[in-house]
């Protein structure tokens, strides 16, 4: 079974500034994605940035990237010129391939609250 | 373009009771999953349903059961409520291809308490 460790339960950063949250997993397969998710207090979740195993460049969305370390199994996402819309909850999550509809299950870290100072 | 709704967004139960939570797919989507989202937690994968059969099932009891509707709506229902069962009920959405299921759509969740 896969497991999505994040082991810093909050983290605070000065408007503007730049800011890493890190997450870990653990999986025996080759293939599958990644996933940073945020979720503001309207609850519901948001995909920020996914990362296919098999590319070894790393995903940028805008402000957003990652750096993936397959090899370590690492997957954190830095988020660069932070914003006051960006204090949530982020989940880093873990999906195997589906080739036959019957896999949509994401398994999600525990998350980290990130705040922002103006 | 509606995204993926549920319903209700809150509701209070007594144990013992039982609860139904409904969720429409974003447009186009074909594929409905459940999460439970505990206080201060990650979701944790309930079961998924594809062509109104449940294709995958987390590591949860018989109490908690669901359906899918031709019009690829859901329904999770959970029976006997315990405490426990408090929490964010989430349904995530997506298109299956035919070579891999889509990015997942969140609705914005059914809070549930039990008292």
């Known amino acids: 079974a896969q497991t999505v460790t994040q082991s810093q339960p909050e983290m605070s950063v000065q408007e503007a500034e730049t800011v890493t949250l890190s997450c870990t997993y653990d999986t025996s397969e080759s293939d599958y994605y990644l996933f940073w998710y945020k979720q503001p207090p309207s609850r519901q979740m948001i995909l920020v940035i996914r990362?296919?195993?098999?590319?070894?460049q790393n995903a940028t969305e805008n402000r957003f990237s990652v750096n993936f370390q397959k090899a370590a199994k690492s997957f954190s996402l830095k988020i660069s010129d932070s914003q006051l819309g960006d204090a949530a909850m982020y989940f880093c999550a873990y999906r195997s391939p589906d080739y036959t509809g019957a896999n949509s299950k994401l398994t999600f870290g525990k998350g980290i609250t990130l705040s922002v100072r103006p | 373009d509606a995204g993926v709704t549920q319903s209700p967004t809150h509701l209070i139960k007594t144990r013992g009771q039982q609860v139904t939570l409904r969720c429409s797919p974003k447009?186009?989507?074909?594929?409905v999953s459940w999460y439970q989202q505990a206080l201060g937690q990650g979701p944790q994968f309930i079961f998924q349903?594809?062509?109104?059969?449940?294709?995958q099932r987390g590591n949860f009891p018989d109490r908690f059961s669901g359906h899918q509707f031709p019009n690829y709506s859901s329904e999770l229902n959970v029976n006997a409520l315990l405490l426990g069962d408090s929490a964010l009920y989430l349904c995530a959405s997506s298109r299956f291809t035919g070579e891999n299921t889509g990015e997942l759509f969140f609705g914005e969740g059914s809070r549930l308490t039990v008292l």
């Open positions: 447009s186009g989507h074909d594929t």
């Open positions: 349903y594809y062509e109104e059969e449940e294709r």
């Open positions: 990362q296919e195993a098999y590319k070894q």
